[in-house]
């Protein structure tokens, strides 16, 4: 299948400061990729879906302007999670699509003290 | 409104045995329905898909079985094996092109030797 890649796969974090996760499709161009949080022992909600070239869109009860997404390119999304908090921490993992399969990257353990 | 019902939430199994977990459907315009396996800490992958058009799809020891007039779909693992034990979730998507998927609650998979 497809490989999606996400960096870091950890990352401890201050509070008040910025984190940014990369997501990338490593060969093939996906031109939606989608963000999702997962609590513990939970299943997978759904934050946004980024699309190349425009403007992400995100679910509702999402905040925007904290969780800041960026798809610049066919293999790079971007969510950075600004002014973090320990709230946000959580496991974040992209996906991304080739035809009807939806592949996903490793995840990110993020952690804000 | 949970769009995809998945039971049971946790299940043991003995090693050999044939673990099954079910997932229901309100949507009827979903037509593809993918499961995926994750293990702690990391992303979910892609195990195996159906469409509506087959009622049984088999790959290795793992089958889906769907019944369209039912709305439900259920994954069975043959000769379970400690390696299998995992968090699975079914999740469905509509109309195609449409990569957006919504994911059952997860059943927690044990089996033990």
């Known amino acids: 299948g497809a490989v999606v890649s996400q960096h870091p796969s950890r990352v401890i974090c201050k509070s008040g400061t910025s984190v940014k996760i990369e997501c990338r499709s490593l060969d093939f161009q996906a031109t939606t990729m989608f963000w999702y949080r997962q609590f513990p022992k939970k299943s997978l909600m759904l934050m946004a879906t980024s699309n190349e070239g425009s403007k992400a869109t995100y679910e509702q009860g999402v905040e925007k302007d904290k969780f800041l997404i960026n798809h610049a390119s066919l293999t790079l999304s971007t969510l950075t999670v600004t002014s973090a908090h320990p709230e946000d921490s959580s496991f974040y993992i992209c996906?991304?699509?080739?035809?009807?399969?939806?592949?996903f990257g490793q995840g990110t353990r993020l952690t804000v003290v | 409104q949970q769009q995809v019902k998945q039971s049971p939430q946790s299940l043991i199994v003995q090693k050999g045995g044939i673990s099954i977990i079910n997932c229901a459907y309100e949507?009827?315009?979903?037509?593809?329905f993918p499961w995926y396996q994750q293990f702690p800490g990391k992303g979910p992958a892609l195990l195996i898909a159906i469409r509506p058009d087959v009622s049984e799809k088999k790959e290795g020891r793992f089958t889906i079985s769907f019944n369209k007039s039912a709305k439900q779909f259920s994954l069975h693992i043959m000769d379970s094996q400690p390696g299998d034990s995992a968090t699975y979730f079914c999740a469905a998507t509509a109309g195609a092109g449409s990569y957006q998927l919504t994911f059952g609650k997860g059943t927690k998979l044990s089996v033990i030797p």
């Open positions: 996906s991304a699509a080739q035809g009807l399969l939806a592949f």
């Open positions: 949507n009827t315009a979903f037509d593809y």
